[in-house]
Nanobody, 119 residues
Framework: QVQLVESGGGLVQAGGSLTLSCVASVRTFSSIGFAWFRQAPGKERELVARITWRGDWTAYADSVKGRFTISRDNAKNTVYLQMNSLKPEDTAVYYC????????????WGQGTQVTVSS
């Protein structure tokens, strides 16, 4: 069982930055792959970024490439999503998700954190 707790959301002006954190309560953090998803009102949940359990491969949605960075700190059991140059269309609830090893889609989900970008 993997429990995920996100934090770091909030209200920011367009062009600003936020860093989301996801702390995973699991003994084998280093064997877990992670992803960030988001869901805006009236829209489907979409994949934002993904990082493998080794941390040697990342992937991003086209809409966030060059602006967002996913990273992991195995010593802190934490995954991050650094978000720069935020746009109003980035407004959504952001979810951390996890799966063991190479498994996809993710098995475990956090409760989500709201990000609101004002114009």
């Amino acid at each position: 069982q993997v429990q995920l707790v996100e934090s770091g959301g909030g209200l920011v002006q367009a062009g600003g930055s936020l860093t989301l954190s996801c702390v995973a309560s699991v003994r084998t953090f280093s064997s877990i792959g992670f992803a960030w998803f988001r869901q805006a009102p009236g829209k489907e949940r979409e994949l934002v970024a993904r990082i493998t359990w080794r941390g040697d491969w990342t992937a991003y949605a086209d809409s966030v490439k060059g602006r967002f960075t996913i990273s992991r700190d195995n010593a802190k059991n934490t995954v991050y999503l650094q978000m720069n140059s935020l746009k109003p269309e980035d407004t959504a609830v952001y979810y951390c998700a996890a799966g063991v090893g190479e498994s996809w889609p993710p098995t475990y989900w956090g409760q989500g954190t709201q990000v609101t970008v004002s114009s």
